[in-house]
């Protein structure tokens, strides 16, 4: 059973519960993107019930009429058995979200990932005419030419600074570079797309950023966040701007909620408080 400190971070185990949590973001006009635990497989079997199980909530999503999307992790789907399955899959999801008119991103993992997950990608959101979203990575040494493969492509981009830690020969290691790359890939953004900008980030300087490129170019964008961090900046930012919330649910959620804790002292302190029960 889900402890009540994972609360914060995940939105219960089962479908019912990521549901009622999108109704609770939907209350403060906060839009949800649904992840489903699990990544990694390289059991088909594992793959395709998680496919189904996608394609279930799409429906579920569309029967409750919240405002809510998904979010898959390629591995999570088949990309560790082959790409042919990955492919299979994503396509049955993608059917049932036509269906039901729903939005279908993919995150990105690590850079063995990369090229699978953005052809795919590109192939998918060309044939649907929009309707899907990809994650690209400023700490990747490519990603300014990916940022500009997609100028014209339809769909969205969610750009983040990178959770993976990457080899130094293809990934710039020092945060500042990071920041950089990432304000420099807002800037081209705003510049070279018509829309379809997701600021994928809790940094009130790129969030911030977003807002002046926003101004001067009047290029639509949304801020995307994840569920328990800076909830209250969410709910403020909502009131302005289009705003999703990136909330994970499921049964295999101690390894996520141990990231969450661990990347961030305040997180681990939230934590041990609440074990305490101060
Ligand atoms: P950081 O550089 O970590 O921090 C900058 C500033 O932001 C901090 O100084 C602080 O002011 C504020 N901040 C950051 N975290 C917190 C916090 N917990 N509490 C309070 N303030 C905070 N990565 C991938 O590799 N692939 C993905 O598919 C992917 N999808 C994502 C989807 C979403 C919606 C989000 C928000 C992130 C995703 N990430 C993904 C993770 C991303 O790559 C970063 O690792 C993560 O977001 C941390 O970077 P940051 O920009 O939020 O801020």
New binding site residues.
């Given amino acids: 059973m889900l402890p009540p400190i994972a609360r914060r971070f995940v939105a219960g185990e089962t479908p019912a519960t990521a549901l009622e949590h999108a109704r609770e973001c939907n209350s403060r006009n906060v839009k949800v993107i649904l992840n489903l635990l699990g990544e990694h497989y390289d059991d088909p079997v594992e793959a395709d019930d998680d496919a189904r199980a996608y394609a279930a909530l799409l429906a579920d999503l569309a029967d409750a009429g919240v405002d809510a999307c998904i979010s898959i992790k390629p591995t999570q789907i088949g990309l560790g058995v082959s790409e042919a399955r990955f492919r299979d899959n994503l396509r049955g999801i993608v059917d049932v979200a036509d269906e039901h008119d729903r939005f279908v991103w993919l995150?990105?993992e690590d850079h063995t990932t990369t090229d699978a997950t953005l052809d795919a990608f590109e192939e998918f959101v060309e044939a649907r005419g929009g309707g899907m979203g990809v994650?690209l990575?400023a700490n990747l040494k490519r990603t300014r030419d990916d940022v500009e493969r997609f100028a014209d492509v339809p769909g969205k981009i969610?750009l983040?600074?990178?959770?993976?830690d990457e080899p130094p020969a293809i990934a710039h290691k020092g945060r500042e570079r990071v920041n950089e790359l990432y304000e420099e890939y807002l800037e081209y953004m705003f510049e070279a797309y018509d829309g379809g900008i997701a600021v994928?980030?809790?940094?009130?300087v790129?969030i911030d950023r977003a807002r002046e490129l926003h101004d001067t170019h009047g290029t639509p964008f949304e801020i995307?966040?994840?569920m328990g961090?800076?909830e209250d900046a969410q709910t403020d930012l909502a009131r302005e701007y289009e705003v999703w919330q990136?909330a994970p649910y499921g049964g295999k959620w101690l390894s996520y909620f141990y990231r969450r804790l661990m990347?961030?002292k305040?997180?681990a302190g939230f934590a041990l408080r609440a074990v305490l029960g101060r």
């Fill in positions: 995150d990105m994650c990575q969610r983040v600074k990178g959770a993976y994928g980030s809790h940094d009130p790129m995307q966040m994840l961090v800076r990136y990347e961030r305040e997180n």
